[in-house]
């Protein structure tokens, strides 16, 4: 039987010239590369994000695609996107999926891990 998956990765960053802590705005953004670690070609479809800050607020974001782009990726091929999501906390977190469809129809969700969005002289 046939495996499908796909492996994500995440980087952060805090973009200090584009946040305004004193109206508790605090703007990151993240760069994601998705890989097909899998054994077909699968197309990502849409992805759902749930966004929660220090104050424990949440916010989910769902869509077609990501930055407008349903890459289709074969076995061993990768897809790299950035974008960003602003805060009222100097600290929050993001995790969510991706819906995918794999060449043979198969449909299959894939898990994006908890990753943590913070000013870097909060992290010691």
Known sequence: ???YDLSVTVRTRY???QSKPD????LFSYT???KNTGEVPAQLISRRWIITDANNRTQEVAG???VG???L???GEQFEYSSGTPLATPQGSMHGEYFCVAEDGHRFEVKIPEFVLTLPSMLH
Do not use: N, S
Request: proline letters at 14%.
């Open 15 to 17: 973009l200090p010239e």
């Open 23 to 26: 109206r508790d705005e605090y």
């Open 73 to 75: 990726l074969k076995p």
């Open 64 to 66: 077609l695609g990501v």
């Open 32 to 34: 994601i590369t998705i």
């Open 1 to 3: 039987m046939a495996t």
């Open 69 to 71: 782009h349903q890459p």
